[in-house]
């Protein structure tokens, strides 16, 4: 995207796009790689943490966003993302999709200066953090990352608009940090395509291998979020999870979880939308969500 558009224009280029070529297209092809990989190119907005104007909150919103007790695990959870894609950024051999993944990582920590200029303009302490190492399996911790983005981005969502029509986030905040939450929207949506483009680029030998693997992910992102439910931390350290899971009965204003699910859905699909309809969309969580929707009583 280039730098030259205004504001608005750069927006709405993250927001709709369509692939030159015309026709459907065949999953795990090189033509399906080079429509992922550009989608997330060509969508990226060139906006600057460091000249964002976090605005003035008066004193209750101020309360309410200081009191969130998120921030500590945001700000780690970018920090891991970004070292963990960009290390298996490192490892692709591909021009086209290093390009992009590297891309995704440059957004990732992005994402984390964004919320450490946050925290420094409202005044919020943060706990030291962590040291970042690199992973010794790269796939794996690409993988963690983007299942983990799959499932937080899905219920941040719907707890973001949530926040809006409650009046929880103050209207300029929401405009304020609405491009990151659209940025997690194409990540998402990336690595929904890259792994259908993937698995079937395999030679079918090595695909039981790779299920293994996505099985092993899927574990240890549940095994986390029921821990970290329970109130323990594995590692000592703040998890891979976002703030969907605890603070939803604030932010919401006492919305219903059947309610809840049912916004996640909605923003979901519209932040969907915008982009080419041959792309796929990630369907695992919300098919859980449909599912545990029809066991919530009215």
């Known amino acids: 995207m ?27 092809s090189a033509r399906h790689k080079r429509m992922f990989c550009e989608m997330l190119l060509t969508t990226h907005n060139p906006y600057k943490p460091a000249v964002i104007d976090w605005p003035a909150l008066p004193p209750a919103a101020l309360r309410r966003v200081t009191s969130l007790p998120v921030w500590d695990i945001a700000v780690q959870t970018e920090g891991r993302a970004s070292i963990r894609v960009a290390t298996y950024a490192a490892s692709v051999a591909d021009p086209l999709l290093r390009e992009a993944i590297t891309m995704n990582g440059e957004e990732e920590a992005r994402h984390k200066v964004v919320l450490s200029k946050l925290v420094e303009a409202y005044g919020i302490a943060l706990a030291p953090e962590p040291p970042y190492h690199a992973p010794a399996d790269a796939l794996r911790a690409w993988m963690l990352t983007g299942y983990s983005e799959c499932i937080d981005s899905f219920f941040a969502f719907g707890l973001f ?49 790779f299920f293994m693997k996505t099985l092993s992910v899927w574990i240890s992102l549940i095994r986390d ?67 545990v929707r029809r066991f919530i009583r009215t």
């Open 225 to 291: 979020r029921v821990s970290l439910a329970r109130g323990f931390d594995t590692s000592g350290a703040a998890q891979d999870v976002n703030f969907p899971a605890n603070v939803g009965d604030s932010v919401g204003g006492g919305v219903s979880a059947r309610a809840l699910i049912d916004l996640c859905l909605a923003e979901n699909e519209r932040r969907m939308s915008g982009y080419d309809a041959r792309l796929l969309r990630p369907t695992a969580v919300p098919a859980i969500a449909r599912l």
């Open 2 to 28: 280039s730098d030259t558009l205004s504001p608005a224009e750069a927006d709405h280029a993250m927001r709709h796009w369509t692939h030159r070529s015309a026709g459907q297209i065949q999953i795990g």
């Open 161 to 209: 608009e949530a926040a809006r029509q409650s009046g929880y986030f103050p209207e300029e905040l929401v405009d304020t940090f609405e491009p990151v939450i659209q940025e997690e929207a194409r990540h998402i949506l990336f690595f929904a395509n890259w792994v259908a483009w993937y698995r079937r680029s395999l030679p079918w030998y090595r695909r039981p291998g």
